[in-house]
């Protein structure tokens, strides 16, 4: 039972970090300006890829008999704040938007390689946390690579 209530709790973890990347993107969506067209799309990919690995995660949560966490994480609020004094002092330009953006994919996969640590942890949700990580693991490759590029054209500008 008790590794029960530890399980839920590192499912409700990844739950509420899904959560986060939810409300970022969709902060970092009213951000961009109208020319910023590919990101828009792209971020409304990665909030719909949320949204089904949060479900994923809540099925198992209710599988064990407990409700699925609502919220976001302490640090993600702290990430939509930052996000916003940021926009204050630098506008909301693409560069800015795509920094923001590749931090809180950092913290998501900090989040998923902190609950792939935890003991005990069931085979198959080791492996369905695996999966999800490495999903998300591609997202924040082409964040970063468009953050990167980005970074380029402002240098050379």
């Not at 209530?5 to 986060?20: A, P, S």
């Not at 942890?121 to 980005?150: C, F, M, S, T, W």
């Amino acid at each position: 039972m008790e590794n029960n209530q530890k399980v839920v709790e590192v499912l409700n973890d990844l739950i509420q970090i899904n959560n986060d990347r939810i409300n970022g993107y969709e902060k970092a969506l009213k951000e961009l300006k109208d020319e910023n067209d590919d990101l828009k799309s792209l971020f409304t990919g990665f909030i719909d890829q949320s949204r089904n690995i949060r479900n994923a995660l809540g099925t198992e949560v209710q599988t064990l008999h407990a409700d699925m966490d609502k919220g976001t994480t302490s640090s993600g609020k702290i990430y939509r704040a930052w996000m916003d004094v940021k926009a204050l002092f630098t506008g909301h330009d693409r560069q800015t938007v795509l920094d923001s953006c590749e931090f809180g994919e950092d913290a998501a996969q900090k989040a998923y390689k902190t609950a792939l640590s935890t003991e005990n942890l069931p085979a198959y949700l080791y492996a369905l946390i695996n999966r999800q990580k490495e999903e998300l693991k591609g997202a924040h490759d082409e964040v970063k690579a468009l953050r990167d590029q980005e970074k380029l054209v402002h240098e050379n500008a």
